[in-house]
């Protein structure tokens, strides 16, 4: 590996940050003497340090995004919207959302019309690209309003799993959320897989059909108090650990 410090090109790595919106220089300064900084996985401390435009870096094992164009935003998508910037059939798009944002964007991976909840959106191709891959599984967690009342003994069916037309399935984690209540129950469930529908499969396959479902997380995203229809940006320790997911696996 290259080491970073003896590189002549590039713009000094404390201007670089800073221009980032990680710090003031003075502070990016100090973060560099302590040696809590990576360029391309080697720790810099030289204040002289210069960086090209794709180094990778990191403050504290977080990634940073150096190319400021680079939007990172989350909607709540409501129901009743596809998740396609223009849809051939004229129904709802996320164009009636992203149209403000003032730039191109896409979401990453996708949410059913009839599910609502997190979709991140951003115009950071290669990110999409590694978080929305199959292989890679980002951990999602889900609220299911489902028809019935659910026992404890669904929620241990669907932590084992069971097999699928397309292959064995189960939930990383599943609970009950309340009690059962007018014939219907509130289950919460994580999991990696990005298989189509597969919530509401699962879900069907141990006799309780979905009513509702929202996607609450997204890898370390959380929706929080985000109103439906709603869009805003990812805060910096928000972007930082999705980036940080998203190199993981490059």
Not at 120 to 136: C, I, K, Q, R, Y
Request: net charge neutral.
């Amino acid at each position: 590996m290259t080491d970073p410090t003896t590189q002549p090109e590039g713009e000094r790595l404390q201007k670089v940050l800073a221009a980032a919106g990680v710090a003031s220089r003075r502070v990016v300064e100090d973060m560099i003497v302590a040696g809590r900084i990576e360029v391309d996985g080697s720790v810099v401390t030289e204040l002289g340090t210069r960086i090209r435009p794709d180094a990778r870096v990191t403050v504290d094992g977080t990634a940073v995004q150096l190319d400021v164009t680079k939007r990172y935003l989350m909607l709540n998508k409501p129901t009743g919207v596809v998740s396609t910037m223009r849809d051939e059939q004229g129904r709802r798009d996320l164009r009636e959302f992203t149209d403000e944002v003032g730039e191109r964007v896409y979401n990453v991976g996708r949410l059913d019309a009839d599910t609502s909840g997190l979709l991140l959106l951003t115009n950071d191709g290669e990110l999409a690209h590694v978080l929305a891959h199959p292989s890679f599984g980002v951990e999602k967690t889900y609220v299911a309003k489902v028809r019935g009342a659910v026992d404890q003994r669904v929620i241990r069916r669907l932590l084992d799993g069971f097999e699928l037309d397309d292959g064995e399935i189960h939930a990383d984690a599943a609970r009950l959320v309340g009690r059962p209540s007018q014939g219907h129950s509130m289950v919460e469930l994580t999991l990696h897989s990005g298989r189509n529908r597969i919530v509401r499969r699962m879900l069907d396959h141990v006799g309780h059909p979905v009513v509702e479902l929202v996607r609450r997380s997204f890898g370390p995203l959380h929706l929080g108090t985000l109103r439906s229809g709603r869009v805003r940006e990812l805060t910096s320790m928000e972007r930082g650990a999705i980036l940080t997911l998203a190199r993981s696996e490059r």
